[in-house]
């Protein structure tokens, strides 16, 4: 009876499914739950350009599905995926203290205003260098900006990387930084996402790697969500069955799910 806390619908820029599909699909899996966390990324490169939220429409419309289409047995809940940028931590701010959101996650899309999911990022220079580049944004994002519950598929950047080999080779050229990163949500008390998109993306394992979750308890991580960063009905709550056997290898026996910015812990079986 796990809980979807990363999906998105039609008020993102990349997803045209309509929320209550989301629901209904959600329910047929068998879910207790799940939390909308559509997309606020905010100066998102132009010539990508299509995360802009309708904040003043998106809160009011999902807590209202909320309230007509959650049971006794089944929860829905209302998030945000913001990307973090420096330069926008004041806004992002605001837009995650504005509304009664229940969650916030906080990711990393933008590695000097360029996004792994392109072939254009990967153009630029070596791989290693431009992944070792990716982590220490992320650390330069969550030291600017701290107002998120969990840090967003912490290994984003691998699931895009065009070589094979990078794709899928050990974390251990970038443990120093993934190690200041980890220590730092710890200090922060603030859980890391488990994101099974990876597997759909052709990769062996969630985001992050096994690695890097044993890792995040071996630092004394406590808290750990789990999503599927579903963009259509289909991929809700997709390759959970993997999660319950992975996430106890690696030390974990319960998930965290965030009600109005405060977990509440669940087993995994």
Same mark, same amino acid.
């Not at 809940?77 to 203290?97: F, M, W, Y």
């Not at 701290?146 to 080779?169: C, I, M, W």
């Not at 759909?200 to 995040?216: L, V």
């Not at 997709?238 to 109005?260: I, Q, S, T």
């Given at each position: 009876?796990?809980?979807?806390?990363?999906?998105?619908?039609?008020?993102?820029?990349?997803?045209?499914?309509?929320?209550?599909?989301?629901?209904?699909?959600?329910?047929?899996?068998?879910?207790?739950?799940?939390?909308?966390?559509?997309?606020?990324?905010?100066?998102?490169?132009?010539?990508?350009?299509?995360?802009?939220?309708?904040?003043?429409?998106?809160?009011?419309?999902?807590?209202?599905?909320?309230?007509?289409?959650?049971?006794?047995?089944?929860? #829905?809940?209302?998030? +945000? $995926?913001?990307?973090?940028?420096?330069?926008? !931590?004041?806004?992002? =701010?605001? @837009? /995650?203290?504005?509304?009664?959101?229940?969650?916030?996650?906080?990711?990393?899309?933008?590695?000097?205003?360029?996004?792994?999911?392109?072939?254009?990022?990967?153009?630029?220079?070596?791989?290693?260098?431009?992944?070792?580049?990716?982590?220490?944004?992320?650390?330069?994002?969550?030291?600017?900006?701290?107002?998120?519950?969990?840090?967003?598929?912490?290994?984003?950047?691998?699931?895009?990387?065009?070589?094979?080999?990078?794709?899928?080779?050990?974390?251990?050229?970038?443990?120093?930084? #993934?190690?200041?990163? +980890? $220590?730092?949500?710890?200090?922060?008390?603030? !859980?890391?996402?488990? =994101?099974? @998109? /990876?597997?759909?993306?052709?990769?062996?394992?969630?985001?992050?790697?096994?690695?890097?979750?044993?890792?995040?308890?071996?630092?004394?991580?406590?808290?750990?969500?789990?999503?599927?960063?579903?963009?259509?009905?289909?991929?809700?709550?997709?390759?959970?069955?993997?999660?319950?056997?992975?996430?106890?290898?690696?030390?974990?026996?319960?998930?965290?799910?965030?009600?109005?910015?405060?977990?509440?812990?669940?087993?995994?079986?």
């Amino acid at each position: 009876m796990l809980w979807d806390n990363h999906m998105h619908c039609n008020f993102s820029g990349d997803s045209d499914a309509n929320p209550l599909d989301m629901i209904n699909s959600a329910k047929s899996k068998g879910l207790s739950g799940i939390t909308f966390t559509d997309h606020l990324d905010i100066d998102y490169p132009k010539q990508y350009g299509f995360f802009d939220l309708n904040l003043s429409d998106y809160y009011p419309t999902i807590k209202a599905l909320s309230d007509e289409n959650s049971t006794k047995d089944f929860t #829905i809940l209302t998030g +945000l $995926e913001i990307g973090i940028q420096p330069h926008v !931590a004041d806004r992002c =701010n605001k @837009a /995650a203290s504005d509304r009664p959101y229940d969650f916030i996650i906080g990711s990393t899309h933008i590695v000097d205003g360029w996004d792994p999911y392109f072939e254009s990022f990967w153009e630029r220079d070596d791989e290693k260098k431009l992944l070792q580049r990716y982590y220490e944004c992320i650390l330069e994002n969550i030291t600017a900006f701290t107002n998120f519950d969990t840090l967003g598929h912490l290994d984003y950047a691998f699931r895009y990387a065009p070589s094979e080999q990078v794709k899928h080779n050990s974390h251990l050229p970038y443990a120093e930084i #993934i190690d200041a990163i +980890l $220590e730092r949500i710890v200090k922060l008390d603030k !859980a890391l996402e488990i =994101n099974t @998109a /990876a597997f759909r993306k052709g990769m062996n394992a969630p985001n992050p790697a096994p690695s890097i979750i044993k890792r995040y308890h071996e630092l004394g991580g406590k808290l750990i969500t789990l999503g599927a960063d579903a963009h259509t009905p289909e991929d809700v709550a997709a390759d959970f069955a993997r999660l319950p056997d992975l996430l106890e290898d690696c030390g974990f026996k319960e998930f965290a799910v965030y009600k109005n910015r405060k977990p509440e812990c669940y087993p995994l079986r």
